[in-house]
């Protein structure tokens, strides 16, 4: 069992679940805040209100909410759309699993929905939701399949179209965009482009729930966006209350929120590694390769992938430049536990009988305190 700590990530995995997915920048929000009272008026205030107009805007929808994770969003967009519809119509080939062996099924059920698959694993049409809709359809759910690519003999029908038909049959169109982005990709991730949160209320759905921790680069949250009557009703509803977020996660996603909004979002930690120049990368990873060579360790530097993580973009590499170690004195697998052990603690991947660091997700400020692990490790 470990205390909770920072740590260096050499994996070249950006947004690396076990490591906090995305990395930020802690806002300065010490001591007593205006959580719930209004400083204009002095009386008492709505929780979140003012990042809720941010995420609104930055999502170009009526109105926004936070829960604590993107599934508490689902669960409590399905309770409150189901409450007297029971049915839920989804894809066969969205019915994915999530992290920590979390699935898309087993979420849904715990609001009381009734599932009602429909389509095949690789092909849904939408002739295939529309013979299905009845009187007990609460609404059309899309599911992002996040983690994972289907290509070949594959069909689905495109969210502005599930739209239409769902105002036509007078039922909330919902999508679940997993990692959600409010930038585009492609501008980091060549001819891979994900849906971001603004494409999903643009194309006419009722709502969109997605992660504030993964390619948003925020705190652990689920934020909701869409219609204000839809916003409004889920913020009433007493499950909610069990969900909402306390002062440090709105100050964290507040802080982003607002950097995006100043049209900075390049500068956040997250978007900083993503967008990376590999060859600044082989620069530093060769200053370093240089600091270490008096060690009793073998260096090299090499070419490498690193990858975007988070359920986001599986197909997508970023090159990258990775510190190659080869300690004279001890296996990989025990200079690997050295260096998580660590007073920095540094975690790095064992792969082609070397112990590799992506200088992606190594900040250059934390160059020093990398050096100084290494050094630690082989004393």
């Known amino acids: 069992m470990s205390r909770l700590q920072p740590v260096i990530n050499g994996t070249g995995v950006v947004v690396h679940t076990n490591l906090g997915r995305a990395p930020i920048a802690p806002p300065n929000n010490a001591g007593y805040t205006n959580l719930e009272i209004d400083l204009a008026t002095g009386r008492r205030g709505k929780r979140a209100a003012y990042v809720e107009q941010c995420l609104a805007e930055l999502c170009g929808a009526e109105a926004a909410m936070v829960t604590n994770n993107c599934a508490a969003a689902l669960v409590l967009i399905l309770r409150h759309l ?60 899309k599911v992002h399949r996040s983690n994972f690519f289907m290509d070949g003999f594959v069909a689905a029908p495109d969210r502005r179209e599930l739209s239409a038909l769902a105002r036509k049959k007078r039922i909330p169109f919902v999508e679940d965009l997993g990692s959600g982005v409010l930038t ?15 494409e999903v209320i643009k194309s006419g759905a009722a709502l969109v729930c997605f992660s504030g921790d993964k390619l948003l680069g925020g705190p652990q949250s689920g934020i909701i966006a869409g219609k204000a009557k839809y916003i409004a009703a889920l913020k009433k509803h007493p499950f909610f209350r069990a969900l909402r977020c306390d002062k440090l996660i709105l100050s964290a996603l507040q802080h982003a929120a607002e950097i995006y909004l100043r049209g900075d979002g390049e500068t956040l930690p997250l978007n900083q590694s993503l967008r990376a120049d590999s060859k600044q990368l082989k620069r530093r990873a060769t200053k370093l390769a240089k600091a270490l060579a008096v ?11 690193s990858q975007v993580g988070g359920g986001a973009l599986p197909q997508a590499t970023l090159p990258s430049f990775t510190l190659d170690l080869v300690p004279e004195n001890f296996s990989l697998k025990d200079f690997a536990t050295r260096l998580r052990r660590a007073s920095t603690p540094v975690i790095g991947v064992i ?28 004393q």
């Open 295 to 305: 060690l009793p360790i073998t260096v090299a530097v090499a070419e490498g992938e």
């Open 82 to 141: 189901t409450a007297e519809k029971k049915e839920v119509i989804i894809s066969r080939g969205e019915l994915v699993q999530i992290g920590g062996g979390f699935r898309i099924p087993d979420v849904l059920e715990t609001s009381d929905a009734i599932l009602r698959e429909v389509g095949t694993t690789n092909r849904t049409t939408l002739d295939d939701y529309a013979k299905v809709i009845g009187k007990n359809t609460g609404l059309l759910l």
């Open 184 to 198: 585009d990709t492609e501008n980091w991730a060549a001819d891979h482009h994900e849906t971001t949160p603004r």
């Open 351 to 378: 792969s082609n009988q070397r112990f590799r660091l992506d200088l992606r997700t190594i900040f250059p400020e934390q160059e020093k305190q990398l050096l100084q692990s290494i050094h630690e490790t082989l």
